[in-house]
T-cell receptor, first 113, second 113 residues
Framework: NAGVTQTPKFRVLKTGQSMTLLCAQD?????MYWYRQDPGMGLRLIHY???????AKGEVPDGYNVSRLKKQNFLLGLESAAPSQTSVYFC????????????FGDGTRLSIL | DAKTTQPNSMESNEEEPVHLPCNHS???????IHWYRQLPSQGPEYVIH???SNVNNRMASLAIAEDRKSSTLILHRATLRDAAVYYC??????????????FGKGTSLLVTP
């Protein structure tokens, strides 16, 4: 049981380039989330999804887009990367019941030069 | 969202109990108290959660004050593997918010042999 898998684990981009981060979960969870974590800080919510085909903005959505075309996958896109988006990105998923916890991936370390 | 206050860091000796405090004076009646921890270079992992009564699981215990304005995470016997950042989070049980977590900076726990 892999849980939450994030691809890639590391990436270096140049300013203005685009890329997509992939999150896959094999727990049949309804909810999925994208967070970012900057050095010395807690995680901040970028976007989330309450089910297949639905997405919503979190605390820091600017500069990012997301899609949830399949229940098991949640994609995070950077259309034109900026140095301020250098961060560690974490994906999480959660089951439908309120008392179920979030399960996190191991993160994607993204550097934008 | 209601916020929490935690010490920036704490230190404990191995095999001794650890009490991690959290203040949440503006907690509302529908907020659950959640604790997650983040080991170095990993994503956060769920520890425990509760509403009013004290809770125990295989990882830790959660003691909640009678007025719910504070809580304490108790690790009964700290090991070196418990060295992590511990986050105390209030989560609104409104499903329309996607059960998202609002991470602060947490408490960095150092465990010494």
């Amino acid at each position: 049981n892999a849980g939450v898998t994030q691809t890639p684990k590391f990436r270096v981009l140049k300013t203005g380039q685009s890329m997509t981060l992939l999150c896959a979960q094999d727990m049949n969870h309804e909810y999925m989330y994208w967070y970012r974590q900057d050095p010395g800080m807690g995680l901040r919510l970028i976007h989330y999804s309450v089910g297949e085909g639905t997405t919503a903005k979190g605390e820091v959505p600017d500069g990012y887009n997301v899609s949830r075309l399949k229940k098991q996958n949640f994609l995070l896109g950077l259309e034109s990367a900026a140095p301020s988006q250098t961060s560690v990105y974490f994906c999480a998923s959660k089951g439908r019941y309120s008392n179920q916890p979030q399960h996190f991936g191991d993160g994607t370390r993204l550097s934008i030069l | 969202d209601a916020k929490t206050t935690q010490p920036n860091s704490m230190e404990s000796n191995e095999e001794e109990p650890v009490h991690l405090p959290c203040n949440h004076s503006t907690i509302s009646g529908t907020d659950y108290i959640h604790w997650y921890r983040q080991l170095p270079s990993q994503g956060p992992e769920y520890v425990i959660h509760g509403l009013t009564s004290n809770v125990n699981n295989r990882m830790a215990s959660l003691a909640i004050a009678e007025d719910r304005k504070s809580s304490t995470l108790i690790l009964h016997r700290a090991t070196l593997r418990d060295a992590a950042v511990y986050y105390c989070i209030l989560r609104d049980e409104d499903s329309n918010s996607g059960y998202a977590l609002n991470f602060g900076k947490g408490t960095s726990l150092l465990v010494t042999p």
